[in-house]
């Protein structure tokens, strides 16, 4: 069964401090990974996006990594503010050039704190 | 920033009131889908649609019903609406390029009573 896991389900930090967030999936034929970032009401932002040829991908403070061995990717966030608190989403799509199917894991809840 | 607007931003009303969320993108983009996301869980697809006059029915069972008349305009409706469609609407709208971005909505809360 296709699936997207993350972990932790919530995270609390201290401003400036740094954070990883998990994501293992078992979908198959693997086509692309995803971060999203998802402010609380709002639609989710696109972060990253990694194939299958890509280990790394950074955007700012944002850098995701993928071990399409292990079927595993992170998302480091570097000196945290305020505004990352957030919903991160993980999506993985598992076809081609064209949009295949997403599949979509329930997300990291972090709360950065002053 | 995505060019994606979706009204209204929050709907409550009563049980059995027919009810249409607008989504419209100003991006030219042919591709465009309809995800229900409820508290804590993840994205669902309920409709999506590859053009004008093209739309289907995503993963998860949905009472409502959508139309793509121009490529801009891609509206939810739902004839009758009950306390289980209280939840959050978010549309989307992908880019033609490699891995097609999704760009999303803000999303519609609904609500009903």
């Known amino acids: 069964k296709n699936q997207v896991e993350q972990s932790p389900q919530s995270l609390i930090i201290l401003e400036g401090k740094n954070c990883t967030l998990q994501?293992?999936?078992?979908?198959?034929?693997?086509?692309?990974l995803r971060w999203y970032k998802q402010d609380t009401g709002r639609g989710p932002v696109s972060l990253t996006i990694m194939t299958f040829s890509e280990n790394t991908k950074s955007n700012g403070r944002y850098t995701a990594t993928l071990d399409a061995d292990t079927k595993q990717s992170s998302l480091h966030i570097t000196a945290s503010q305020l505004s990352d608190s957030a919903s991160y989403i993980c999506v993985v799509s598992d076809r081609g050039s064209t949009l295949g199917r997403l599949y979509f894991g329930r997300g990291t809840q972090l709360t950065v704190w002053p | 920033e995505a060019d994606i607007y979706q009204t209204p931003r929050y709907l409550v009303i009563g049980t059995g009131k027919k009810i249409t969320l607008e989504c419209s993108q100003t991006?030219?983009?042919?591709?465009m889908y309809w995800y229900q996301q409820d508290p804590g869980m993840e994205l669902h697809l309920i409709h999506y649609s590859y053009g004008v006059n093209s739309t289907e029915k995503g993963d998860l069972s949905s009472e409502s019903t959508v139309s793509r008349i121009r490529t801009e305009h891609f509206p939810l409706t739902l004839e009758s609406a009950r306390p289980s469609h209280t939840s959050q609407y978010l549309c989307?709208?992908?880019?033609?390029?490699?891995?097609?971005?999704?760009?999303f909505g803000s999303g519609t809360q609904l609500s009903v009573l």
């Open positions: 991006m030219g983009h042919d591709k």
């Open positions: 989307a709208s992908s880019d033609p390029g490699p891995n097609e971005k999704l760009f």
């Open positions: 994501c293992n999936y078992t979908v198959s034929p693997f086509s692309n």
